[in-house]
C-alpha cells in the first residue's frame, strides 16, 4: 500500500553476506567507527557490494556527551571472520516494514521521519525494530552539496490490533 506521503507498507530488506558493527559510541567517534568498519572489509579481502544501512536503538549522555547505541551494516561480496568488535551476518532480513524515500537536504530528514511516525500513529501500527536508514547518496557526491537520497525502514509487529 503506497498514500499521498510516498510512505509504503509491508515491504522487505534483504541483503546477503553482511558486516556489523554494533557498539556504543560518542556523537565525536561516529564517523571514525565506521571508517575502521570498512577498512576491516577492505583489509580482509573482500569488497562493500551495497549501500550503508545504519540503525540507532539509543542515546544517553555519559560524562557531558552524548553516546549513542548505533548499528552500521554494510553487504560485502565474500564472508569474513567475525571478532570482537565486527560480526558476519549471511543475512540480514527486514520484512513487514513501512517505508519512505527521503530525497532532498540532509539537515530536513526530520520531516520525513515526522512523516512516518505520523503514519504509524494513525494506522495504530506497533513498530518492533530500530529505524533502519540506507544511505543512497554517494559519500563523495554528499561533501558537494547534492541532494541527498534515503531510505527509511521501521518493522512493524504483523499482528494487527
Do not use: W
Not at 580482509?44 to 549522555?61: M, R, V, Y
Not at 571472520?81 to 530536513?108: E, H, M, Q, W
Not at 554517494?138 to 504483523?158: A, F, Q, S, T, V
Amino acid at each position: 500500500m503506497k498514500n499521498t506521503m510516498g510512505i509504503e507498507t509491508n515491504k522487505s530488506l534483504n541483503f546477503e553476506k553482511v558486516m556489523s558493527l554494533r557498539k556504543k559510541k560518542k556523537i565525536s567517534e561516529v564517523q571514525y567507527r565506521l571508517s575502521e568498519l570498512i577498512n576491516y572489509i577492505t583489509e580482509n579481502g573482500a569488497n562493500k557490494c551495497g549501500p550503508l544501512i545504519s540503525a540507532t536503538f539509543g542515546a544517553e549522555i555519559i560524562n557531558g556527551e552524548q553516546v549513542i547505541d548505533m548499528e552500521f551494516l554494510v553487504a560485502i561480496d565474500k564472508e569474513i571472520r567475525s571478532t570482537k568488535d565486527y560480526s558476519f551476518k549471511p543475512l540480514f532480513l527486514l520484512v513487514n516494514a513501512v517505508y519512505i524515500r527521503y530525497i532532498g537536504d540532509p539537515r530536513l530528514i526530520e520531516n520525513a521521519y515526522n512523516n512516518l511516525n505520523s503514519f504509524i500513529s494513525q494506522n495504530n501500527f506497533q513498530p518492533i525494530t530500530a529505524v533502519y536508514n540506507i544511505n543512497l547518496t554517494e559519500e563523495e557526491k554528499l561533501d558537494e552539496g547534492k541532494e541527498h537520497i534515503m531510505d527509511i525502514y521501521i518493522g512493524m509487529n504483523p499482528n494487527l490490533p
